[in-house]
């Protein structure tokens, strides 16, 4: 009986540090990318975003700002940030971040703008 109970309790523990869930992260976001970014927002699979995580309603560039990642998220996931051209707002989704192993990110502009895309990242440690 004691056995089965010890044997029960090691594998909880297991599953709970293996899932890379977290109660909730407070992550650094330095928006380089010569655009003023009016949203940001995260997601675990890409589909279902959050509510916007900017505590101020714009965020230019060459700023910076700490956001926290919502309770429950794993340490992978999407980040959405949303701009203006123009006069027209823009989404875009940005490529997976991991939350746990980086301090933060810097958002930049791609000089490429490749298949579309206008905005990419890189860690900040």
């Not at 505590?55 to 230019?60: D, G, I, L, M």
């Not at 700002?65 to 959405?80: L, R, S």
């Amino acid at each position: 009986m004691k056995k089965s109970i010890i044997t029960f309790m090691v594998i909880g523990l297991i599953t709970l540090f293996s899932s890379n869930a977290f109660s909730q992260a407070d992550f650094k976001v330095l928006n380089s990318s010569g655009y003023q970014l009016y949203g940001l927002m995260v997601s675990q699979d890409g589909e279902e975003w959050s509510e916007d995580l900017l505590t101020e309603s714009e965020f230019p560039s060459n700023t910076q700002t700490i956001v926290t990642i919502p309770e429950g998220y794993n340490c992978e996931i999407y980040f959405k940030v949303s701009y203006m051209v123009d006069g027209q707002l823009y989404e875009e989704v940005l490529s997976i971040a991991n939350v746990c192993d980086h301090s933060g990110m810097k958002i930049k502009a791609n000089p490429n703008g490749s298949s579309g895309s206008w905005m990419t990242t890189q860690y900040l440690d």
